[in-house]
C-alpha cells in the first residue's frame, strides 16, 4: 500500500509519462518544449521525493534538483529562442516563394 512517502515518486513518474507521450505525439516545436519541461518536472519530484527520509532528509538530492531547475530554465530560454529563430526563417522563406510564385519583382 503506497503511503504519503510514495506521492512524489509516483506524481513523479506520471509526469514523466505523460511528458514522454507528448513529446512522441505532438508536432509542434513549442509543444515538445514544453512536454520536455513535463518530463523534468517529473524527474525533479521523482529525485525529491527519493531525498526524503523517514528520520532525515538527504540534501545531495535537493541540491541536484535546485540545479536541474537553473539548467532547465536556462535551456528551456534556449529553445524558445531556437523555435522562435526556426518559425522567422520558415515565415522568411515562405514570403521569398510567394513573392516569386508572382512574380514580382520588388
Known amino acids: 500500500m503506497p503511503t504519503l512517502m510514495h506521492l512524489y515518486p509516483l506524481t513523479g513518474a506520471a509526469l514523466v509519462g505523460l511528458?514522454?507521450?507528448?513529446?512522441?505525439?505532438?508536432?509542434?516545436?513549442?509543444?515538445q518544449?514544453?512536454?520536455?519541461?513535463?518530463v523534468?518536472?517529473?524527474?525533479f519530484l521523482i529525485l525529491g521525493g527519493l531525498g526524503r527520509g523517514t528520520a532525515s532528509t538527504d540534501p545531495f538530492?535537493?541540491?541536484l534538483v535546485i540545479t536541474?531547475?537553473?539548467?532547465a530554465v536556462a535551456l528551456?530560454?534556449?529553445g524558445a529562442a531556437l523555435v522562435v529563430?526556426?518559425?522567422e526563417e520558415e515565415r522568411a522563406r515562405d514570403d521569398t516563394a510567394a513573392v516569386e510564385a508572382t512574380g514580382d519583382s520588388a
Request: no cysteine.
Open 19 to 31: 511528458g514522454l507521450y507528448g513529446i512522441v505525439t505532438l508536432r509542434h516545436p513549442l509543444r
Open 33 to 38: 518544449l514544453l512536454a520536455v519541461n513535463v
Open 40 to 43: 523534468g518536472a517529473g524527474i
Open 61 to 63: 538530492p535537493q541540491a
Open 68 to 71: 536541474g531547475i537553473v539548467v
Open 76 to 78: 528551456t530560454a534556449f
Open 85 to 87: 529563430r526556426v518559425a
